[in-house]
């Protein structure tokens, strides 16, 4: 005999909008007692609003599961790639690579040009650090106690650290991922845009932190 697939129990609570609002729900009270609780907003507990809102705006358990498919499917590349990434900032990390690079800038620096060279080697160490807090950390401290030591402006080169990093994003472009995934498009539809702005950035931010300096 054959068995309905429509009218299994997993099928039904797959599109069941009462079991939707009723997770939905479960996650809307635990936010009320986090804050209720003395609790601050932070990126762990957006991400879990963002998931609980989907939840519910999507009716469906089925619906959810699909968008969600959906949307990985457009950046499928990137998250592949996020783990490599992440082994690639360890090692540059602890093999000292990222020293190694600041370390050169510094040498030729003066405390006019050292956020000049802060910028630059950013940009080149973004390639294999794409993270603004991951960045930051890798080459952030070595770069401040370079400024100390030879005395540049500490403000200078930390804004310089930053906007290197902000400038590669325009080759690395993950910022706009959720933007891609809403119209459907591919990373290579884009790249040639973004590109071009980085060359016209790349001037803006030299001519900026040279006059700054």
Do not use: C
Request: proline letters at 4%; aromatic letters at 14%; zero cysteines.
């Amino acid at each position: 005999m054959d068995i309905d697939e429509s009218n299994t129990l997993a099928n039904r609570l797959n599109n069941s909008r009462l079991l939707s609002y009723l997770i939905g729900a479960i996650g809307v009270v635990y936010v009320v007692l986090y804050f209720h609780g003395g609790g601050s907003m932070d990126l762990n507990l957006i991400n879990f609003i963002i998931v609980f809102l989907g939840i519910i705006l999507l009716g469906t358990p089925i619906r959810y599961v699909e968008k969600l498919n959906e949307g990985i499917r457009t950046i499928s590349g990137i998250i592949l790639q996020y783990p490599f990434y992440a082994g690639i900032m360890a090692i540059m990390a602890s093999s000292g690579l990222v020293n190694t690079f600041s370390h050169f800038f510094v040498k030729i620096a003066t405390p006019a040009t050292l956020p000049f060279w802060g910028l630059i080697s950013s940009f080149f160490i973004n390639f294999f650090a794409p993270s603004g807090g991951g960045h930051w950390v890798i080459q952030g401290p070595f770069m401040i106690e370079a400024a100390k030591s030879i005395g540049a402006s500490v403000g200078h080169t930390a804004t310089a650290v930053m906007l290197g990093n902000a400038w590669n994003d325009l080759v690395q472009p993950f910022w706009i991922l959720p933007a891609l995934a809403l119209s459907k498009l591919k990373l290579k539809d884009i790249m040639g845009y973004t590109v071009i702005m980085m060359f016209w950035i790349g001037i803006v931010y030299t001519v900026a932190i040279l006059a700054w300096a």
